[in-house]
């Protein structure tokens, strides 16, 4: 069932209580809903701040499919998580207002974000990158189990490029250019201090230079994107010169899922080194 604005409160998707009692829960009843592509456009740039940001991200609907499989596997759940209840939900960004280091992932895990209501928590691409940023000084601890474990990250926010989770973790290039405002102006909103984006794969790639050619992007960085597009690179780094006199540093990262975590393709020394210059930055 759809979160509905009312006097009453709101209504959650999968288990139907209008008080929803989730730690950190970012909507009110006056949040509004966003059912298609020009409302995403339309309440992303409308957002003043992260906060109200974050609020319309976790309760966009623009997304039939997204919808529909978020909460389906909400509702079915996976055995090991059978007696969790999951959030069910699009997954905004965490981190503070005022960080200097984004990084752009690709999306919530089915049995990950979207069970745990924060991204890169409660699965073991979390482990791997919330481990890699306590190493590099810029998370509180090493874990990421679930919202309300305490975790607080320093200087550093985490978005993904589609906020719910899709079917075979892989969102269509329509359900990401629907998605593409919230990031849009959440970057925006991040660029007075803004100074490094380290971006997790393919996918974010092509999302994250989409989101930084778009207009208020553009504005608020004072940047031009160059052409062609850098080409994705693990390591690869690309230097943006702002009009201010400042650079804003994009660094391409394989992505810590488990095909290439597992596989060795992606080492924690390999992941330290991305963090360790997007620190220095």
């Known amino acids: 069932m759809a979160r509905e604005r009312g006097s009453r409160g709101q209504v959650h998707e999968v288990t139907g209580r209008r008080d929803t009692g989730w730690p950190g829960d970012p909507a009110t009843a006056s949040t509004p809903v966003a059912r298609t592509a020009g409302d995403v456009t339309g309440l992303g740039a409308g957002a003043d701040d992260l906060a109200e940001l974050d609020a319309r991200v976790s309760v966009c ?106 079917p075979g973790n892989r969102p269509t290039t329509v359900e990401r250019d629907t998605c593409l405002p919230w990031l849009a102006r959440e970057i925006a909103l991040l660029a007075p201090t803004l100074r490094s984006i380290v971006v997790l794969g393919g996918f974010a790639w092509q999302a994250l230079w989409s989101a930084l050619r778009h207009r208020t992007v553009a504005a608020a960085l004072d940047l031009t994107v160059p052409r062609p597009l850098p080409r994705f690179v693990h390591g690869g780094e690309t230097l943006l010169a702002r009009t201010c006199g400042a650079r804003l540093q994009v660094i391409g990262c394989y992505h810590v899922s488990q095909q290439n975590t597992f596989t060795g393709r992606l080492t924690e020394p390999m992941l330290d080194a991305v963090f360790t210059r997007a620190a220095g930055a």
Do not use: K, M
Not at 74 to 98: E, I, K, N
């Open 61 to 166: 609907r623009a997304c039939a499919r997204l919808v529909a499989w978020r909460e389906s596997v909400a509702q079915t759940r996976r055995r090991s998580f059978a007696g969790d209840r999951y959030w069910g939900r699009p997954v905004s960004g965490f981190g503070p207002a005022d960080a200097h280091i984004a990084v752009v992932g690709l999306a919530p895990a089915a049995h990950g974000g979207n069970r745990t209501g924060r991204v890169f928590t409660g699965d073991r691409s979390g482990d791997w990158l919330v481990a890699a940023l306590h190493r590099a000084g810029l998370a509180n601890q090493p874990t990421s189990v679930h919202a309300g474990d305490g975790l607080a990250l320093r200087g550093v926010r985490v978005v993904a490029a589609v906020r719910c989770a899709p």
